[in-house]
């Protein structure tokens, strides 16, 4: 019966256990509103046969209601609308209202794109584990304008704000991937702001996250570079900072040194030699450690070596991750402070 | 009824009326008749009609593969951004009270016309100016934030939003006045002896309306013009970077925005509850209820605004608080429901065009009603919120049951307007293409919400794609039945039949004079002596049935 009805309904799996409570109220609703409005259409119909009209300009009669059936219209529907309020109140108070030893997971909304993290190291963009038949409670905020974080297997949906953080939980069932939507309108590519949650029973999901918790640098990969390392990104980064002699020529107060500081160098406007001016992301980071004479900062030297080779691939982007988080006075911090995460960004 | 599509050589035309007494542009643009500025108002919503259409198709044709298929994603956004800014602002909100309320209320209150004849001119024009700013400046400025504007996005994108945003206050304006006119008019001018309880119902519903108009339409210019304002000067009002709330935006924006609906809605009922007593030629049945709950929607309607935001983030005791409210809503409508249907029963019913509108109407206003109460059912909003389900419900609501008014109104309405008959072999066309297209239409977008389709996505997963080319395939035969209409009703203005002062026998005030109307509306002032729908004969036993 319910897969009968929830197959009829078109409606996704039921991964959740808030799903599986829900959707009962939900056949419930449904069934009645086609119900009543069905009978509606036919009973006008009917009358349209049973009394049409015979002779033009017909006399009619009056017809009135009793007390009796004006009591009847008034408490059939309110008695049903009532219930469901009552059912369905009940279920969202349950839905609101998250178990405790949860596992928790950061996760920051930004166009067009889900991030998420959680608290004892591994990052993520897209993607995010997590295990099957524990409670997982999602801390959702946004960088920059209002998202919303709907899993349609899951039946949860919730809007991620910036300034703000909200939160929601969810129990999945059954292990597998399903897919993340972004539901609030947030411009050009709100339809591709698309993830997955991917669903592990319970000791794979164990496995896995003591396997990210030993750091990038530590898995076995290309650059040989095996240093054994425990943590998150932005902490490795600061300690290669250390290591590759970085922190020689760039200043992390702030003071402009041989080369420019790494506070808030991320998002900066930035005037380069040639008059161009850039934005200092990601990729003009990562540019800059390989090939750093092509985007020469205006009124400095040539003087920095070309780390092309020496850094691998995850050191760099522990490199980046660590100017990403050095973040100083001009960025608004209008968050509260305790989860790690990045304040809003000003315009 | 049959013999309306005859011939009938005996009736003609009066001499005479408000369309032919003053002759040249400068009389329609300088008028102060409330039956030619309705006109000016029916020319220009059916503008608004026809463009917000060409965008609803846009976005429709874009969806029938879900990559892309004609237009880029920005474009995209600005179509539906148009669609929604065009249909509420440009047409559901004016058209009914402007054309309809205009042209008929002080008919049926047996006034020579509105309360404040300049204020309703000025409404006009005000409307034109706000229409004008406001598509100027979302096709020059490519808005892409929606017709909700929420905040931050609104603040953000890199379009152009001012002009449209000071259209939309502009436009609140127009309705301000408008609402104002007709609140002073059934206060002022009613017929001797048309006491309250022997107003149309029609008159009731446009009066609950208006009381919205005046009360809500404030906020959302307030609204809008602090949206435009941070946008230029960078105050801080929504923008959390900058000291601001954007939930605080979804509050103000929905507290006119819910109530709007129901100016949207409630002149559609109006319409409906005049068009069934018409067909059935039937007293109406339970006058009082549907008078009241008129009123009651109106007043509820105010507190209903936070079920836009069960997901926002707001308190889960604010919205079990809502939750309730909006169910209120829903029984004042089932109340009116009630009492459609009875007025049908021992009716003598012709099978007439509005018919068809009444009926699609009915299962439309039930259906997106009940769907209303599923979706104001916090735990199933959850999964339902931003999704195509929510679409199709509001949709049933302001094209199902809002056009079906619209469309009842037009055909019960022509003949007096313009003295002569459309084509009723066509009505009935056209009607049917409009139900059936409707269904067609937006049935399978509640199936694509139930799937989890969010709704504003340019692309989507290919699992929605059956359901996105039966919902367009719908939408063609909607815009063909639209098309058709407009074909027979411009052709019926100079070629119809000429109807006759009453075609239909029907017994409110404005059947009580020519069709179409003298400039002055009455040659005699009416004087009342029972209720609108008394289609009993005097002298005539009359039955009393009580159910």
């Keep these: 019966m319910n897969e009968l009805m929830r197959q009829l309904l078109f409606l996704p799996e039921q991964a959740s256990t808030f799903a599986v409570k829900v959707d009962k109220l939900h056949y419930f609703v449904v069934t009645v509103t086609m119900v009543a409005s069905v009978l509606t259409g036919l009973i006008a119909t009917w009358f349209f046969f049973r009394f049409r009209e015979r002779r033009p300009n017909a006399s009619t009669p009056i017809v009135s209601a009793s007390h009796r059936f004006e009591l009847a219209v008034i408490s059939v529907p309110l008695i049903f609308f009532f219930l469901w309020v009552w059912v369905g109140f009940k279920d969202y108070i349950w839905y609101v209202t998250p178990p405790k030893n949860t596992t928790d997971i950061y996760v920051t909304g930004k166009k067009w794109m889900w991030h998420f993290a959680y608290p004892d190291g591994p990052n993520s963009n897209a993607s995010v584990t997590v295990p099957?038949?524990?409670?997982?409670?999602?801390?959702?905020?946004?960088?920059?304008?209002?998202?919303?974080?709907?899993?349609?297997?899951?039946?949860?949906?919730?809007?991620?704000?910036?300034?703000?953080?909200?939160?929601?939980?969810?129990?999945?069932?059954?292990?597998?991937?399903?897919?993340?939507?972004?539901?609030?309108?947030?411009?050009?590519?709100?339809?591709?702001?698309?993830?997955?949650?991917?669903?592990?029973?319970?000791?794979?999901?164990?496995?896995?996250?003591?396997?990210?918790?030993?750091?990038?640098?530590?898995?076995?990969?290309?650059?040989?570079?095996?240093?054994?390392?425990?943590?998150?990104?932005?902490?490795?980064?600061?300690?290669?900072?250390?290591?590759?002699?970085?922190?020689?020529?760039?200043?992390?107060?702030?003071?402009?040194?041989?080369?420019?500081?790494?506070?808030?160098?991320?998002?900066?406007?930035?005037?380069?030699?040639?008059?161009?001016?850039?934005?200092?992301?990601?990729?003009?980071?990562?540019?800059?450690?390989?090939?750093?004479?092509?985007?020469?900062?205006?009124?400095?030297?040539?003087?920095?070596p070309s780390f092309r080779g020496k850094l691998a691939a995850p050191e760099a982007a522990a490199l980046v991750e660590f100017i990403k988080s050095l973040r100083g006075d001009n960025l608004e911090n209008v968050a509260p402070k305790e989860p790690v995460y990045g304040p809003v960004e000003r315009r | 009824m049959a013999q309306l599509n005859v011939v009938n050589e005996e009736l003609s035309l009066p001499k005479v009326h408000y369309i032919n007494a003053d002759r040249g542009l400068k009389s329609w643009l300088f008028t102060l008749d409330h039956k030619r500025i309705a006109l000016m108002y029916f020319v220009l919503t059916t503008v608004a009609l026809l463009l917000g259409g060409i965008f609803a198709m846009a976005v429709r044709f874009e969806h029938l593969t879900p990559g892309p298929t004609i237009m880029g994603a920005n474009t995209y956004n600005r179509m539906f951004t148009l669609h929604g800014v065009v249909m509420i602002f440009l047409f559901m909100i004016p058209a009914i009270p402007g054309i309809f309320g205009n042209f008929c209320l002080p008919l049926m209150l047996g006034a020579k016309d509105v309360a404040f004849p300049r204020l309703n001119l000025l409404s006009v024009y005000v409307y034109a100016v706000g229409a004008a700013l406001a598509l100027y400046g979302m096709v020059s400025g490519g808005a892409d934030a929606g017709w909700t504007f929420y905040a931050p996005y609104s603040l953000s994108t890199p379009a152009t939003l001012a002009p449209v945003l000071f259209g939309v206050f502009i436009l609140g304006f127009s309705s301000i006045l408008t609402g104002l006119?007709?609140?002073?008019?059934?206060?002022?001018?009613?017929?001797?002896?048309?006491?309250?309880?022997?107003?149309?119902?029609?008159?009731?519903?446009?009066?609950?309306?208006?009381?919205?108009?005046?009360?809500?339409?404030p906020v959302i210019g307030l609204t809008s013009v602090l949206v435009a304002v941070e946008r230029i000067f960078g105050f801080g009002f929504f923008d959390p970077a900058h000291g601001g709330d954007p939930v605080l935006f979804q509050h103000m924006f929905w507290f006119y925005s819910h109530p709007a609906v129901y100016i949207m809605v409630l002149p559609s009922m109006g319409v409906i509850s005049e068009a069934v007593a018409a067909v059935a030629r039937k007293n109406v049945f339970g006058y009082k209820m549907i008078a009241y709950s008129s009123l009651g929607i109106a007043f509820v309607g105010f507190f209903a605004w936070g079920h836009h935001m069960f997901v926002s983030g707001q308190s889960a005791l604010?919205?079990?608080?809502?939750?309730?409210?909006?169910?209120?809503?829903?029984?004042?409508?089932?109340?009116?429901?009630?009492?459609?249907?009875?007025?049908?029963?021992?009716?003598?019913?012709?099978?007439?065009?509005?018919?068809?509108?009444?009926?699609?109407?009915?299962?439309?206003?039930?259906?997106?009603?009940?769907?209303?109460?599923?979706?104001?059912?916090?735990?199933?909003?959850?999964?339902?919120?931003?999704?195509?389900?929510?679409?199709?419900h509001f949709h049933f609501i302001m094209v199902g049951a809002v056009i079906m008014g619209y469309l009842a109104a037009i055909h019960l309405w022509f003949p007096k307007m313009f003295g002569r008959m459309f084509h009723e072999g066509w009505g009935m066309v056209a009607s049917s293409f409009i139900v059936l297209g409707f269904n067609a239409t937006f049935i399978p977008q509640f199936l694509l919400g139930n799937a989890g389709q969010p709704r504003r996505y340019y692309m989507y997963d290919e699992r929605f794609w059956v359901l996105n080319v039966a919902s367009t395939a719908g939408s063609t035969l909607l815009a063909f039945g639209f098309i058709i209409i407009l074909i027979y009703l411009i052709y019926a203005l100079k070629n119809g039949n000429v109807a006759g002062d009453n075609p239909w026998d029907l017994k409110g005030l404005e059947w009580n004079t020519s069709s179409p109307p003298p400039k002055h509306n009455f040659d005699v002032t009416p004087t009342v002596d029972e209720d609108p729908y008394t289609y009993q004969k005097k002298g005539e036993e009359v039955e009393h049935v009580v159910i």
């Design chain 1, 132 to 304: 099957a038949n524990r409670p997982v409670r999602l801390l959702m905020t946004s960088r920059d304008v209002i998202h919303s974080f709907y899993v349609p297997d899951f039946r949860i949906k919730q809007d991620v704000i910036p300034g703000r953080y909200t939160e929601t939980w969810f129990e999945a069932t059954k292990p597998g991937r399903y897919r993340i939507y972004c539901a609030e309108f947030c411009g050009t590519w709100h339809s591709q702001m698309i993830g997955e949650v991917v669903v592990l029973p319970g000791p794979e999901f164990d496995a896995w996250m003591v396997k990210q918790k030993q750091g990038l640098a530590g898995r076995v990969d290309s650059s040989g570079s095996g240093e054994e390392f425990k943590g998150d990104l932005a902490t490795y980064g600061r300690r290669l900072a250390g290591a590759y002699g970085c922190l020689k020529c760039h200043s992390l107060d702030g003071a402009p040194h041989i080369g420019p500081t790494w506070v808030d160098l991320y998002r900066r406007k930035t005037l380069l030699a040639s008059g161009e001016t850039i934005i200092a992301d990601e990729g003009y980071l990562t540019e800059s450690m390989m090939d750093p004479y092509v985007k020469v900062v205006k009124g400095y030297q040539q003087v920095m």
């Design chain 2, 181 to 217: 006119n007709f609140i002073v008019t059934v206060h002022t001018l009613r017929a001797p002896g048309m006491t309250w309880m022997r107003i149309p119902l029609f008159v009731w519903a446009i009066y609950a309306t208006a009381i919205i108009q005046v009360l809500a339409t």
């Design chain 2, 318 to 392: 604010d919205n079990g608080a809502f939750a309730i409210i909006s169910m209120l809503v829903g029984v004042f409508t089932a109340i009116k429901v009630f009492n459609w249907v009875g007025t049908l029963y021992r009716g003598s019913i012709a099978i007439r065009t509005p018919l068809v509108y009444i009926c699609g109407f009915l299962f439309f206003l039930v259906f997106g009603g009940m769907t209303g109460i599923a979706v104001a059912t916090v735990s199933l909003d959850v999964h339902w919120h931003d999704t195509y389900f929510v679409v199709a």
